[in-house]
Structures are given as C-alpha cells and as structure tokens.
C-alpha cells in the first residue's frame, strides 16, 4: 500500500506546508511545470519522487524529467504527462496511447483547474490536481493525496492550500 501526494504546475514556488503534507505521503508524483530544479530538488529530497517535464520547464528539468512516463504502482498502471486533456477531449498523443493500451490511472496538469473524473470509455480514473504555484488564473491552490493498495485506487484527499495571493498555514 502506498500513499500518493499527487501536485503539479508549482511554477518554481514551494511552501512549508506543502512540503509538510507532502511528507506525510510514501512517494510525490509532480504532474509537470515544476518550475526549477530547486523545486525538484526539495521534492525529491523528501520522498521518492517521479515527475513529467512541462511546457514552462526549460532544458534543465526536460533533460532530467520526461515529457510522459508510463509505471506500475502496486498493480496500478500509471500514464502521466503534462497537457493530457480530460475524457472526451484528450490530447491526440494521450488519446493514441489509450487506443493501444489504456491506464487505470491518468494524470495530467497545465490546466489549473482541478478534476477528478471516471473515464467510462477507457475505465480509467482521470486526476489533475490543479496548480500548487501562485502563477496562472487558478484562485485557489491545490493538491491530491489517495492511496494505492494493490489494484485500488482509494482514500483519495483535495487539500486546498488558500488563495493564490494568501499563505495559508
């Protein structure tokens, strides 16, 4: 069984607490746009850490990070990249690679906008956790933390982290 602290378009920002919910989870999946290597750095320092590359992420974090990964956590098949599109409106590389084998987990930022959704068509949970960064239009800030025991996908937490503009502690 493992925790998931799920986050990403952080842009290059990284609060306490974040870094404090975070620990409370086995491993930090980061969804793209980190930022810096700095902000990958912290994370990665904290927790096993798996990340995508994003379309604000220079030659640094692209060189580290890839812009799609594809593993098995527990018995969950995982796809994450960074602009993926939601169910019914996936980007055309996401879409081709359901076509030829769907996950049972898909993750994907670059919106802000956070959703949570069942992909009837692709029995596939859908997640982007919205932005934890204080750049972009989203008004309030978030992350995703769920667990993963063997095939299940369960326990899954929206943690508000206030308004763009406001430290919430």
């Excluded at 999946?29 to 994003?54: C, E, N, Y």
């Excluded at 594809?70 to 993926?84: L, N």
């Excluded at 898909?106 to 949570?116: A, E, M, R, Y």
């Amino acid at each position: 069984m493992k925790r998931i602290g799920l986050i990403s378009d952080t842009h290059g920002y990284m609060d306490d607490r974040i870094l404090e919910l975070l620990n409370e989870c086995d491993e930090i999946w980061h969804a793209g746009d980190i930022g810096d290597l700095l902000t990958a750095d912290k994370l990665s320092a904290l927790k096993p850490f798996r990340a995508v590359s994003g379309n604000i992420d220079g030659s640094d974090l692209r060189y580290r990070y890839p812009d799609k990964l594809r593993f098995v956590c527990e018995e969950v098949d995982v796809f994450m990249v960074h602009i993926g599109g939601y169910p019914g409106k996936y980007a055309p590389e996401v879409r081709a690679e359901f076509i030829e084998k769907a996950p049972k987990l898909f993750i994907c930022g670059h919106s802000h906008i956070l959703k949570v959704i069942y992909d009837d068509k692709y029995q596939c949970l859908h997640i982007n956790p919205g932005a934890a960064g204080i750049q972009g239009f989203h008004q309030v800030r978030t992350i995703i933390r769920f667990t993963i025991d063997q095939s299940i996908i369960k326990d899954l937490e929206v943690v508000e982290l206030g308004q763009k503009g406001i430290i919430s502690m």
